[in-house]
């Protein structure tokens, strides 16, 4: 093998490297995504089959055994009885500034780990939310 066939396999290796790499995050990011909103649809479960056994949505996830889940990137998912929060201010809102949801909001922060309660926040964009007391589960710029 001469020095130029070597350089075209290493040129020919690094050019299919340049495009799996890519492909293959965006696999990961959509499988994360989806392994969140799968969890996110099995705690609400759970939330709203305590509030049919007790007449109340719990003040947290500790209650229902659901506060040592952690989404796909290892953060735990965040919790809020809407009906006794102390803070309007912390539910999560969209577009307009309209809360998520009249029940309780639930969500994880997403990849990067960080949330704000507006929607439009550049920290919210990659949050996996519940909107529509439940209608919506997703990212929250599909919603």
Avoid: C
């Avoid at 102390?86 to 994880?108: I, M, Q, W």
């Avoid at 550049?122 to 919603?143: C, F, K, L, Q, W």
């Amino acid at each position: 093998m001469t020095l130029l066939e070597l350089v075209v396999a290493v040129a020919i290796i690094a050019v299919l490297a340049a495009i799996a790499v890519p492909l293959y995050r965006g696999y990961v990011e959509t499988t994360q995504t989806a392994a969140a909103v799968i969890d996110i649809r099995s705690i609400a479960a759970v939330v709203e089959d305590f509030k049919a056994d007790y007449g109340r949505f719990p003040e947290t996830l500790a209650e229902v055994g659901m506060d040592n889940m952690r989404d796909p990137w290892g953060n735990p998912y965040q919790y809020l009885n809407i009906e006794t929060a102390n803070n309007r201010g912390a539910l999560r809102k969209d577009k307009f500034l309209v809360p998520l949801n009249t029940d309780f909001d639930l969500y994880s922060m997403g990849k990067d780990g960080e949330s704000r309660p507006p929607l439009t926040a550049e920290p919210s964009h990659d949050d996996i939310v519940r909107a529509n007391d439940g209608g919506y589960v997703g990212i929250a710029t599909g919603y």
